[in-house]
Each structure stands twice: as C-alpha cells, then as structure tokens.
C-alpha cells in the first residue's frame, strides 16, 4: 500500500483522521514551524499558508527544501491568500510544487493528493546505524551487534525517531506528537513507560545506557 503523509500549518476543516482509498493511505500530521519533522512512514506532502505566526510561508518553504532528505523530496503546495500572479511566481521559486487558494478544507487536499500520482517514496536508508546499533526498517527489527532488541510497536517508533537524530532532546510532549500521537488520550507517563521498555530491551542486550534522562527537558539518545 501507498503511503503519504500530509504536513498542515493550520488545522484543517473537515479534521485529520487518516484517509483510505484503494492502495493509498493517507496521514495527516498538524507541524508547526519552529517543531521538528514528525515520524513519517511514506512520502512527505506539505501545505504550506502563505501567512504564519512566527515566519513567511515562503521561509518555511525553502527551511524545508534545505532539510533533510525527506524535506528535499517532500512535494510542497503553498496556501495563497489570494489568486495572485505574483504570489504564485513568488511561491515557485522559494521551492513549491504548486499552489492552491485558501480556503482549505480537508476535501480540498484528498483531492489533490488522489489526483495528483506522486512516484513512490524510497526511504533513503533501510538500515539505520548508530555505533553497533541498527533498525533495519523493513524488517522493524533492532539489533544491537548480533542480538535482537526484544520491542513492541510504538518503542519501535521510538527508537527510530531517537536515532534519526542522535544527540537532539526531545521533550515528552514533542515525542507524542512527532509518533502520531496527538490526536490520542496519551499523557506524558505513558512516554516514560516506552522509554523504559527501551532502556530495558537495551541493557538487555549489553548495549548499555545510551537513552538518556535530561533534567526538566526530556530524553536524547547519546552519539556512541
């Protein structure tokens, strides 16, 4: 099946539950600018608004092409306040693919992603490393050396977004939202039982402590 995930500035009429259609599933993820990029299974697409609270969505669009790789990838759609020749050349050249005019609902956007055949996404990398730590992602099995790290689901998820970006604390809250959680009943505690189980499958294995606890801020997964 076909995956891609929607990037929103905005809430989105209509709301964000998860679309279906054929071999195609659709996931939408609320971002704000100034947040990390959430854990994405498939395809980036962003809708872009024109107007946004701390930037231009011009800046925003050209952050993202100077992104990561999945930014670079992502195809890029830029909200226009208005139908505006100039806004449009201007929205080309800071990196969209293309535009629509607000507003946007959620009918808006199923459109233009069922209309629109994007190639499939190749995930760059399917075998993340990190010192003798591996998660090979098409088999969503974590090895440290030779031995299997014995995880469920979400600390799978986990482990993934920590070693996407080694080094980088991460609050409970933003973990939440950066595994598709957001839209769920999850408290903070329930962060801190899969980090638990994770350090537990860790330890396990002989890997040591390499998630570790930041005082008042959140969790980092050391650099070996």
């Known amino acids: 099946?076909?995956?891609?995930?929607?990037?929103?500035?905005?809430?989105?009429?209509?709301?964000?539950?998860?679309?279906?259609?054929?071999?195609?599933?659709?996931?939408?993820?609320?971002?704000?600018?100034?947040?990390?990029?959430?854990?994405?299974?498939?395809?980036?697409?962003?809708?872009?608004?024109?107007?946004l609270d701390d930037m231009s969505g011009l800046e925003l669009c050209r952050r993202l092409r100077c992104a990561d790789s999945l930014g670079q990838d992502a195809h890029i759609t830029m909200i226009l306040e208005e139908d505006d020749a100039e806004a449009k050349r201007r929205a080309l050249r800071a990196g969209a693919?293309?535009?629509?005019?607000?507003?946007?609902?959620?009918?808006?956007?199923?459109?233009?992603?069922?209309?629109?055949?994007?190639?499939?996404?190749?995930?760059?990398?399917?075998?993340?490393?990190?010192?003798?730590?591996?998660?090979?992602?098409?088999?969503?099995?974590?090895?440290?050396?030779?031995?299997?790290?014995?995880?469920?689901?979400?600390?799978?998820?986990?482990?993934?977004?920590?070693?996407?970006?080694?080094?980088?604390?991460?609050?409970r809250q933003q973990l939440i939202t950066a595994l598709g959680k957001h839209d769920q009943p999850i408290d903070e505690r329930t962060v801190d039982a899969w980090v638990s189980r994770l350090r537990r499958a860790l330890r396990d294995v002989g890997a040591g402590s390499p998630l570790r606890t930041v005082r008042s801020l959140g969790y980092v997964l050391d650099r070996p």
Request: charged share 25%.
């Open 1 to 51: 099946m076909r995956h891609i995930d929607i990037l929103l500035t905005s809430d989105l009429p209509g709301g964000r539950e998860a679309f279906a259609h054929s071999d195609l599933r659709v996931v939408f993820h609320r971002w704000k600018s100034a947040a990390p990029l959430p854990l994405m299974e498939g395809r980036p697409w962003a809708f872009i608004d024109w107007v």
């Open 97 to 171: 693919d293309d535009y629509v005019v607000a507003p946007v609902e959620r009918s808006t956007v199923l459109d233009r992603v069922l209309s629109l055949q994007l190639p499939e996404h190749v995930i760059p990398a399917r075998v993340l490393k990190l010192g003798e730590l591996t998660l090979d992602l098409a088999a969503l099995q974590a090895r440290w050396r030779d031995k299997p790290l014995g995880l469920m689901p979400n600390e799978l998820r986990l482990l993934r977004y920590l070693m996407e970006k080694p080094g980088h604390v991460f609050s």
